[in-house]
Each structure stands twice: as C-alpha cells, then as structure tokens.
C-alpha cells in the first residue's frame, strides 16, 4: 500500500462516517417528531377521559334526580 491509497481510504471512510451521522440526525429528529406526537396524543386522550368522566358523572347526577323525583 502507497501512502496515497491510505489517504483515500481514509477518505472514503471519513465520507461513510459523515453519511452516517447526517442519517443519525435524521433519525433522532425522526424520533423527536414522535415522541412530540406522542405526547401531544396522551395530552388530548387524558382531555378526552376527563370529559367522558364528566359527563358520566353528570348523567349518574340526572338519574340521581330522576330516582328522587320518582319516589
């Protein structure tokens, strides 16, 4: 091996390596958009419980009222 093909291979490995870390970064930005997503998601489903929770403490109260007024 000549000098000069050591520096192309190192080259080529300084390529794959910056390859590699421009996809890494895409990957973990990928990985951020989820986990943003997710707990957007979380947020919007413990909203949507405490709404269900609400309104089935609302009718248990009507019927409540609907028992009285019936006795």
Excluded: C, G
Aim: charged residues 35%.
């Amino acid at each position: 091996f000549e000098i000069s093909e050591y520096l192309q291979q190192i080259q080529v490995l300084r390529n794959r390596l910056q390859e590699f870390q421009e996809s890494n970064k895409l990957f973990e930005e990928y990985i951020s958009e989820l986990k943003n997503e997710q707990q957007q998601y979380d947020i919007e489903t413990t909203s949507q419980r405490r709404k269900l929770d609400l309104l089935k403490q609302e009718i248990e109260e009507k019927k409540q009222i609907l028992f009285e007024l019936n006795n």
